[in-house]
T-cell receptor, first 112, second 111 residues
Framework: GESVGLHLPTLSVQEGDNSIINCAYS??????FIWYKQESGKGPQFIID?????DKRQGQRVTVLLNKTVKHLSLQIAATQPGDSAVYFC???????????FGTGTSLTVIP | SQTIHQWPATLVQPVGSPLSLECTVE??????LYWYRQAAGRGLQLLFY??????ISSEVPQNLSASRPQDRQFILSSKKLLLSDSGFYLC??????????FGSGTQLSVL
């Protein structure tokens, strides 16, 4: 399958700062890009998704940016809190495909 | 609202023993169902997915099999477990592109 990868395996930020987690993808035919948060010992939790016809989407304290020119996806977390500490995965999916492909993940640690 | 149930949460099995992990989805019909495996500190590897009853697609050759006897039930099985089958197993469901929702996972240790 196509690969979805992450630039940085670990990220440490101070509480209250903004966090940016990056992801590179290789399948230009992907229609959906999704961010997940996974806490230790739990299943991944859906955070936000973005379609390929958009370049920005905002949620509660999170913003996802999509740059199709360079096949790059990012997740921005505003005012990072200790509860945001987790592993974050990006995933991609095509409009006609049933498979969801995941990157290797970035571990975010928030320093109080 | 839709919910997904996966059990057991943890399982310790000896090498060579059988395996059966079960997953059920409530509150929806005709979901796509998935089994993923996650090694410690690693990403998610798609093992099987199903678009309907008795319709199973395998992503990687392995010691495991999957079955979908009912619309909202997905079972992961093995006749004889290997050490390399240890990992965190996740069931997931989707109604189409863009959103995939996971269960709470089963931590399997094969000793």
């Amino acid at each position: 399958g196509e690969s979805v990868g992450l630039h940085l395996p670990t990220l440490s930020v101070q509480e209250g700062d903004n966090s940016i987690i990056n992801c590179a993808y290789s399948n230009s035919a992907s229609d959906y890009f999704i961010w997940y948060k996974q806490e230790s010992g739990k299943g991944p939790q859906f955070i936000i998704d973005i379609r390929s016809n958009m370049d920005k989407r905002q949620g509660q304290r999170v913003t996802v940016l999509l740059n199709k020119t360079v096949k790059h996806l990012s997740l921005q977390i505003a005012a990072t809190q200790p509860g945001d500490s987790a592993v974050y995965f990006c995933a991609e999916n095509t409009n006609t495909g049933n498979q969801f492909y995941f990157g290797t993940g970035t571990s975010l640690t928030v320093i109080p | 609202s839709q919910t997904i149930h996966q059990w057991p949460a943890t399982l310790v099995q000896p090498v060579g023993s059988p395996l059966s992990l079960e997953c059920t989805v409530e509150g929806t019909s005709n979901p796509n169902l998935y089994w993923y495996r996650q090694a410690a500190g690693r990403g998610l590897q798609l093992l099987f997915y199903s678009i309907g009853i008795d319709q199973i697609s395998s992503e990687v050759p392995q010691n495991l099999s999957a079955s979908r006897p009912q619309d909202r039930q997905f079972i992961l099985s093995s006749k004889k477990l290997l050490l390399s089958d240890s990992g965190f197993y996740l069931c997931a469901w989707s109604l189409g592109p863009g959103k995939l929702f996971f269960g709470s996972g089963t931590q399997l240790s094969v000793l």
